[in-house]
């Protein structure tokens, strides 16, 4: 007897094949820039470039697959991992969304909230960029955007994203989040530390947290 | 063909990938709600996850706009908008597109004119991101699994778990919003900036939330993420003007 396919079961399908047409499409385009205008790539400045910024994004990539799969479910992380900006949009969107429904990440109803969440993310994103484009091309929406007066505004997206967000979760978990809080806290103030590596330092906070939450919840503190 | 770093032929080809990319998203979407009716979940309740997402998305959205403005300069706009659309986020492209630019030679904010460098910037644009695509397909499942299996081995160290990481990530970032503070005893006031930001965000949501309470409404928790959001970000205007 055929076992009939589950949801999840689908959405695993469904992920890999528009993965994979979406990947070799992706690897297409500078293929076919290399045809159409017949220009090779000047291979030392690319081999050059590759070995500098390569190391890290993919083991930064690696990490981030195992931290945010979880958290995301099947189709949203199929959707996330296409559509990027992970960390500082469809992210905490489906988290919201999921913490709005009172739905788990690993339960049918969480993966649907989850899906739906980052799917209207991902389409609200790619439209407004994709407009946004269009007038700057017929217009100097590009030199508003950039304007000194709305500059501090975009400058501070992170903490303005950050705040709310640290409210709902910290306040529900506040015991699990002081040993990690003052360790990220005391890294990035008193180590040379720069805005620029917080991509990097998510995991590692994400393995502190582990570890002392581990800890409290083994000599029942949680 | 003569190149030029925004030749319709680029934007055509942008264009047909991006509209891809909104396909799934559609299909996804469609799927999820679908089989959300069929297992009898509350219809308001989904209508409500829309809307919030995409009020939410708004802002962050304009804001992935003004990275492709700034890479624009080098890369004229097509690229910037492929690579912002799918999977790139403006830090991770920034520092891919000036490392090879460096390499090339060139300056970052000067257009590119010959195709040989351009397709040289793209190549390494697309291989340092590309890692996510080409390992979820691989791996989500296992890793699904392998959570599944830790739930029924102790639920409760499971759910946990699955805070525990997103804790985890909320503190990498609240570190990040003091990571200049120290100067601020040397007398660089502008350094609280961001902490004051994320402050007025975080007071934003409890004033939702101590809304939420008194006026019996449930409808603004589910706009408390956007509003604090979009009310940071206009409370680090003045902020700025003020310590900047």
Avoid at chain 1, 75 to 90: P, Q
Avoid at chain 1, 168 to 190: E, G, R, T
Avoid at chain 2, 167 to 190: N, Q, T
């Amino acid at each position: 007897m055929k076992k009939e396919m589950t949801y999840l079961d689908s959405v695993h399908r469904d992920g890999k094949i528009w993965g994979f047409t979406l990947l070799a499409l992706i690897l297409a385009f500078p293929l076919a820039i290399s045809i159409i205008f017949k220009a090779v790539p000047e291979w030392g400045a690319f081999g050059r470039a590759i070995l500098s910024v390569l190391p890290m994004y993919w083991a930064v990539g690696i990490i981030e697959i195992f931290t945010y799969i979880p958290m995301l479910g099947a189709g949203g992380s199929y959707l996330s991992f296409v559509t990027g900006n992970i960390s500082n949009l469809k992210l905490p969107c489906a988290l919201d969304a999921m913490e709005k429904a009172d739905v788990k990440a690993n339960s049918e109803e969480g993966e649907i909230i989850s899906t739906i969440a980052i799917a209207v993310s991902s389409i609200v994103t790619t439209l407004i960029v994709a407009i946004g484009v269009i007038l700057m091309m017929v217009s100097n929406l590009g030199a508003v955007l950039e304007s000194e007066i709305l500059k501090p505004a975009f400058d501070q997206l992170l903490p303005a994203l950050f705040g709310g967000l640290a409210v709902v979760f910290v306040s529900k978990n506040w015991k699990m989040s002081i040993i990690p809080m003052v360790v990220m806290l005391a890294l990035f103030i008193f180590t040379p530390l720069t805005s620029g590596e917080v991509g990097i330092m998510a995991p590692v906070g994400v393995i502190i947290t582990l570890i002392s939450s581990r800890i409290m919840y083994k000599k029942g503190m949680l | 063909m003569k190149f030029s770093i925004n030749h319709p032929i680029l934007y055509v080809m942008v264009s047909v990938l991006i509209l891809v990319v909104l396909a799934q998203s559609v299909y996804f979407l469609v799927r999820a709600y679908r089989r959300a009716l069929q297992i009898g979940m509350d219809k308001s309740r989904l209508k409500k996850t829309i809307t919030s997402a995409a009020l939410f998305t708004i802002a962050p959205a304009i804001s992935i706009l003004v990275g492709v403005v700034a890479l624009a300069k080098s890369l004229g706009l097509p690229l910037p908008w492929l690579r912002l659309s799918i999977i790139g986020s403006l830090s991770y492209e920034t520092i891919a597109a000036g490392s090879t630019l460096n390499e090339l030679g060139l300056e970052m904010g000067a257009g590119i004119s010959s195709a040989s460098a351009f397709v040289t910037v793209a190549w390494v644009m697309t291989l340092g991101i590309v890692i996510g695509l080409v390992l979820t397909p691989l791996l989500s499942k296992k890793i699904q699994g392998g959570m599944k299996k830790l739930e029924n081995m102790d639920k409760k160290w499971s759910e946990i778990f699955s805070n525990a990481m997103f804790l985890g990530m909320i503190s990498a970032f609240l570190g990040y919003v003091f990571w200049d503070f120290a100067s601020v005893f040397s007398g660089k006031i502008s350094a609280l900036i961001p902490a004051l930001v994320m402050l007025s965000s975080a007071v934003l949501m409890l004033i939702c939330g101590l809304l939420t309470k008194v006026l019996k409404a449930r409808w603004i928790t589910d706009y408390a993420l956007p509003i604090s959001l979009v009310g940071g970000m206009a409370m680090a205007i003045p902020i700025t003007n003020w310590l900047g």
